[in-house]
């Protein structure tokens, strides 16, 4: 497309009552903002559970639910698509944790899920660290006790996390694997705290990953989440991987990321702005 490119009234990246971390406000409530807000396609991308023999590493256990709400969330999501049907389009979905090593046990998961979807992410959230796994998102004071302590400085975390990443994207996850990679440079949430001295010093792992995105026909969520993170302010990806990724014509689908109602469509004009710094986006 010439020119600047208009971003569909689509959220693509949404939770719903299901997600343990969230405001368990009900799903409906969402979707009403959404319609309020002149959104015309909403895609329910909850957290599914964790692999079987993964063990969740937040303190409460909250990253995903539990697997016998799993079939129950699917049909609370359809219930939705049908009751909100001729007033904006909801579309069911997941939102995947890639897990190096546990490949076998999401494509297991999507083998059997995946023909019900509608819509999916695949998200990195989790690195090995001290003591085991940690998430990349929990708090500053946890990626910097249990990744920069682990990996010796910020830009190993960075790499460790890039590679992740790049396995995600090439990995074999079976006919379901999703599509759209999710929050892109989510490693960057605590940036502000814990800087890297040159944000440019991954750019050729990225572009990398860009290109091997290309080659499969992937997405990018344009993820607006960031912008509202205390220690980020930045949205996912980085601006800089925004404009690389238009320039290979990888589409960019918005996500509010929204665990709450109030955050329906929030950071969706400063996405659209972002995105008409680069010319020659095809959305």
Same mark, same amino acid.
């Given at each position: 497309?010439?020119?600047?490119?208009?971003?569909?009234?689509?959220? %693509?990246?949404?939770?719903?009552?299901?997600?343990?971390?969230?405001?368990?406000?009900?799903?409906?409530?969402?979707?009403?903002?959404?319609?309020?807000?002149?959104?015309?396609?909403?895609?329910?991308?909850?957290?599914? =559970? *964790?692999?079987?023999?993964?063990?969740?590493?937040?303190?409460?256990?909250?990253?995903?639910?539990?697997?016998?709400? !799993?079939?129950?969330?699917?049909?609370?999501?359809?219930?939705?698509?049908?009751?909100?049907? %001729?007033?904006?389009?909801?579309?069911?979905? !997941?939102?995947?944790?890639?897990? =190096?090593?546990?490949?076998?046990?999401?494509?297991?998961?999507?083998?059997?899920?995946?023909?019900? +979807?509608?819509?999916? !992410? !695949?998200?990195?959230?989790?690195?090995?660290?001290?003591? %085991?796994?940690?998430?990349?998102?929990?708090?500053?004071?946890?990626?910097?006790?249990? *990744?920069?302590?682990?990996?010796?400085?910020?830009?190993?975390?960075?790499?460790?996390?890039?590679?992740?990443?790049?396995?995600?994207?090439?990995?074999?996850?079976?006919?379901?694997?999703?599509?759209? +990679?999710?929050?892109?440079?989510?490693?960057?949430?605590?940036? +502000?705290?814990?800087? #890297?001295?040159?944000?440019?010093?991954?750019? =050729?792992?990225? #572009?990398?990953?860009?290109?091997?995105?290309? @080659?499969?026909?992937? @997405? #990018?969520? *344009?993820?607006?989440?960031?912008?509202?993170?205390?220690?980020?302010?930045?949205?996912?990806?980085?601006?800089?991987?925004? @404009?690389?990724?238009?320039?290979?014509?990888?589409?960019?689908?918005?996500?509010?990321?929204?665990?709450?109602?109030?955050?329906? %469509?929030?950071?969706?004009?400063?996405?659209?702005?972002? +995105?008409?710094?680069?010319?020659?986006?095809?959305?």
């Amino acid at each position: 497309m010439s020119g600047n490119a208009s971003l569909s009234r689509r959220d %693509g990246h949404t939770h719903t009552q299901f997600c343990p971390h969230g405001s368990r406000e009900a799903t409906g409530q969402f979707i009403c903002r959404a319609i309020e807000l002149g959104f015309e396609v909403y895609s329910l991308t909850e957290h599914p =559970p *964790l692999p079987p023999s993964f063990i969740d590493p937040t303190p409460d256990k909250s990253c995903g639910m539990q697997w016998e709400e !799993l079939d129950s969330y699917l049909s609370h999501a359809r219930e939705q698509q049908e009751q909100f049907a %001729g007033r904006i389009e909801v579309r069911v979905g !997941l939102e995947v944790d890639y897990i =190096p090593g546990y490949e076998s046990e999401v494509r297991e998961m999507l083998n059997r899920y995946g023909a019900q +979807l509608d819509d999916a !992410l !695949l998200s990195v959230h989790f690195l090995q660290g001290k003591g %085991g796994w940690r998430c990349v998102d929990l708090s500053p004071d946890d990626f910097h006790d249990g *990744l920069v302590d682990a990996y010796g400085s910020v830009e190993a975390v960075h790499e460790a996390y890039w590679a992740a990443v790049k396995q995600a994207v090439e990995a074999d996850l079976g006919p379901y694997k999703p599509r759209r +990679l999710s929050h892109l440079s989510l490693a960057h949430k605590f940036q +502000l705290q814990h800087p #890297l001295k040159n944000p440019q010093h991954f750019r =050729p792992h990225v #572009l990398e990953i860009l290109d091997r995105i290309q @080659e499969r026909s992937m @997405e #990018l969520d *344009l993820n607006a989440a960031g912008l509202f993170k205390p220690d980020c302010r930045e949205i996912y990806p980085a601006p800089w991987i925004i @404009e690389e990724a238009v320039k290979r014509g990888i589409p960019l689908v918005y996500g509010s990321d929204t665990h709450s109602v109030k955050g329906v %469509g929030q950071g969706f004009d400063e996405a659209q702005r972002i +995105l008409n710094r680069f010319p020659d986006s095809s959305l």
